[in-house]
């Protein structure tokens, strides 16, 4: 599976994003979403992952209330919508993929990972 992220860019502190993630080649077996972000000199943290037929989710604290994650199979393409943005969503935001969790927040589970798409918040 390729991933591609795209959608970030520079939004004003309470402004809002959505991220996507497109896939492509072998997407016709199941595979669980992540969105993960990397922020300057931290390590990488998970965000929000849902499962392939999108009934079960799962955010970190810091997002709950805020963002949202989706997905159309149809498409190929999981989403993260970002509200209520804050300077401390600042970071580069990955997707991955995989196939051997029903929804997890483990990096170490994800097989697949897409670029990166940066997301700046200014205050």
């Known amino acids: 599976v390729q991933l591609q992220a795209f959608g970030g860019g520079l939004v004003q502190a309470g402004g809002s994003l959505r991220l996507s993630c497109a896939a492509s080649?072998?997407?016709?077996?199941?595979?669980?979403v992540g969105w993960f972000r990397q922020a300057p000199g931290k390590e990488r943290e998970f965000v929000a992952a849902?499962?392939?037929?999108?009934?079960?989710?799962d955010y970190t604290d810091s997002v709950k209330g805020r963002f949202t994650i989706s997905r159309d199979n149809a498409k190929n393409t999981a989403f993260l919508q970002m509200n209520g943005l804050k300077p401390e969503d600042t970071a580069v935001y990955y997707c991955?993929?995989?196939?051997?969790?029903?929804?997890?927040?483990?990096?170490?589970?994800?097989?697949?990972w897409g670029q990166g798409t940066q997301v700046t918040v200014s205050s």
């Open positions: 991955a993929a995989t196939h051997d969790y029903t929804v997890t927040n483990m990096e170490k589970a994800y097989n697949y």
């Open positions: 080649g072998r997407t016709d077996r199941n595979y669980a």
């Open positions: 849902i499962s392939w037929i999108g009934s079960m989710s």
